[in-house]
């Protein structure tokens, strides 16, 4: 199973960015898809953006998607999330998870963002927006 180290979280002003990366050890090919999640305070976990490691077809959220966007470097083994005109409603935990087996099609349907579908999570990283 693969290993998810999350970094890149801290403080920032509204109006900031934040580039956040996801890396992945222990990787087996099987791995099809890398997602980042959000927790914000008393809210569910919800998806934010997902990729096809393969392919680097991403989809991004509704919610977020004219501010934030997601890469992956198959190199480096890294997924970020580039947030912009970060507001103080996007505090939180920021998480990256792991899937495997997926077409790669999968990526543009709503369970790509389904935190249900993915078996391998990082620890996390926190997000504060605040002046």
């Known amino acids: 199973q693969v290993t998810l180290v999350e970094s890149g979280g801290g403080l920032v002003q509204p109006g900031g960015s934040l580039k956040l990366s996801c890396v992945v050890s222990?990787?087996?090919?099987?791995?099809?898809?890398i997602a980042w999640f959000r927790q914000l305070p008393g809210r569910n976990r919800e998806g934010v953006s997902c990729v096809t490691w393969s392919t680097g077809a991403t989809a991004v959220d509704a919610s977020v998607k004219d501010r934030f966007s997601m890469s992956r470097n198959n190199d480096e083994n890294t997924a970020f999330l580039q947030m912009d005109n970060l507001r103080p409603e996007d505090t939180g935990v920021y998480y990256c998870a792991a899937t495997i087996d997926k077409p790669s099609a999968w990526v543009r349907s709503r369970q790509c963002l389904s935190r249900q579908e993915y078996e391998q999570w990082g620890q996390g990283t926190q997000v504060v927006i605040s002046s």
């Open positions: 222990d990787f087996t090919k099987r791995l099809s898809n």
